[in-house]
Antibody, heavy 116, light 108 residues
């Protein structure tokens, strides 16, 4: 059984927009984490099980919006004003337990490439 | 913002013990989680809440957390343990999750 599946990645020009989706079963808080090719993990955003609260990394605050539709078991990441440095694999994962809990059931990631 | 410090790399011979440290200001008061990432794969948790081990993770993996240092220990290292390992915490002051830079474990 596939627990988590990301989609929506692709090639976009600098300044453009893209919306990622993550199909995930279960009623959990969720998070997005990204990884530039050959680099380490960078946390991006998180959202509570009911849609709030939301949290953002400083590098994406004001440009990215995390949301969810629990009727569709889907998590979203709306990305605007994209920059070359946003190029990365984007993973979604479940936050199992409290806000300080670990990330579990990571998807395989979707690649976002920002380039002209 | 809260910073986690990891060594970039650790090398260990098969059968020996690998210790990966994660330094942070009073990290002993935080919940620390460790992830393993093999090439081409998504990360997966190997230790959570400092020392708990998910089902399916060998007992060779253990964790500790005290003072300013958390440690992931891999005993009786095998070739299949070669991977990148990341520590992670929730920083309540900034409302941010934080990852360390990752440690590449090489089995000689």
């Amino acid at each position: 059984e596939v627990q988590v599946l990301e989609s929506g990645g692709g090639l976009v020009q600098p300044g453009g927009s893209l919306k990622l989706s993550c199909a995930a079963s279960g009623f959990y808080a969720m998070t997005w984490v990204r990884q530039a090719p050959g680099k380490g993990l960078e946390w991006v955003a998180a959202i509570g099980s009911s849609g709030s609260p939301t949290y953002y990394a400083d590098s994406v605050r004001g440009r990215f919006t995390i949301s969810r539709d629990n009727s569709k078991n889907t998590l979203y990441l709306q990305m605007k004003s994209l920059r070359v440095e946003d190029t990365a694999f984007y993973y979604c994962a479940k936050i199992i337990g409290s806000i300080a809990a670990h990330f579990e059931d990571w998807g395989q990631g979707t690649l976002v490439t920002v380039s002209s | 913002s809260y910073v986690l410090t990891q060594p970039p790399s650790v090398s260990v011979a098969p059968g020996q013990t690998a210790s990966i440290t994660c330094g942070g200001d009073n990290i002993g008061s935080k919940s620390v989680h460790w992830y393993q990432q093999k090439p081409g794969q998504a990360p997966a948790v190997v230790i959570y809440y400092g020392s708990d081990r998910p089902s399916g993770i060998p007992e060779r993996f253990s964790g500790s957390n005290s003072g300013n240092t958390a440690t992931l220990t891999i005993s009786r290292v095998e070739a299949g343990d070669e991977a990148d390992y990341y520590c992670q915490v929730w920083d309540s002051r900034s409302d941010h999750y934080v990852f360390g830079i990752g440690t590449k474990v090489t089995v000689l």
